[in-house]
T-cell receptor, first 119, second 115 residues
Framework: DTEVTQTPKHLVMGMTNKKSLKCEQH?????MYWYKQKAKKPPELMFV???????INESVPSRFSPECPNSSLLNLHLHALQPEDSALYLC??????????????????FGSGTRLTVV | AQKITQTQPGMFVQEKEAVTLDCTYD???????LFWYKQPSSGEMIFLIY??????QNATEGRYSLNFQKARKSANLVISASQLGDSAMYFC????????????FGAGTRLFVKA
């Protein structure tokens, strides 16, 4: 299994709603990521989990709350979002990367994303 | 802080011809990795190729090759024999930090392949 599965594919939520995005991988990767991508922009790193522990938080507002229940699952809990939070949310996973060296398969495996609209 | 620059917002190439997508980067890390990803209109990011900062040979993966010029901090992607399915957004990225956990993307280049 070489996939990262994200659900739902599309989500419309009101500013007072609470919702969750889910991400699952079964490749044995021990690092998982959330990226946010606005239209016509590059992905922006939000959170990194390494061995189920939060490793990087790129100063993301607290209305986004990540959770890593086990090595295969990554959630992003959403609460009191703003319309400007509407974006494509991408989950990714990887092995720890030994950067600098030659090697294959050093990239991230991304899911197909959740397209979020906040109304 | 690191920075990645892709100066070509859009590129056109004729089918079956080669095309080069430019990328320059700036990082103070002695050890880093350079990546190229493809994003079709469907939205999924697809890993294409990787180059390690210590590797003196240019990476190749099928029709993709990475022209790595370390002194110039340049990591251009060359796609040979372009196909219609190559039409997509292409992102250059640099990975850094312990475990390579911090990958930052450039602004991207939209490639259009003409029949």
């Amino acid at each position: 299994d070489t996939e990262v599965t994200q659900t739902p594919k599309h989500l419309v939520m009101g500013m007072t709603n609470k919702k969750s995005l889910k991400c699952e991988q079964h490749m044995g990767h021990r690092a998982m990521y959330w990226y946010k991508q606005k239209a016509k922009k590059p992905p922006e790193l939000m959170f990194v989990y390494s061995y189920e522990k939060l490793s990087i938080n790129e100063s993301v507002p607290s209305r986004f709350s990540p959770e890593c229940p086990n090595s295969s699952l990554l959630n992003l809990h959403l609460h009191a979002l703003q319309p400007e939070d509407s974006a494509l949310y991408l989950c990714a996973s990887s092995q720890a990367l030994r950067l600098g060296k030659t090697g294959r398969n050093y990239g991230y495996t991304f899911g197909s994303g959740t397209r979020l609209t906040v109304v | 802080a690191q920075k990645i620059t892709q100066t070509q917002p859009g590129m056109f190439v004729q089918e079956k011809e080669a095309v080069t997508l430019d990328c320059t980067y700036d990082t103070s890390d002695p050890s880093y990795g350079l990546f190229w990803y493809k994003q079709p209109s469907s939205g999924e990011m697809i890993f294409l190729i990787y180059q390690g900062s210590y590797d003196q040979q240019n990476a190749t993966e099928g029709r993709y090759s990475l022209n790595f010029q370390k002194a110039r901090k340049s990591a251009n992607l060359v796609i040979s024999a372009s196909q219609l399915g190559d039409s997509a957004m292409y992102f250059c990225a640099v990975g850094r930090g312990a475990g390579g956990f911090k990958t930052i993307f450039g602004a991207g280049t939209r490639l259009f392949v003409k029949a």
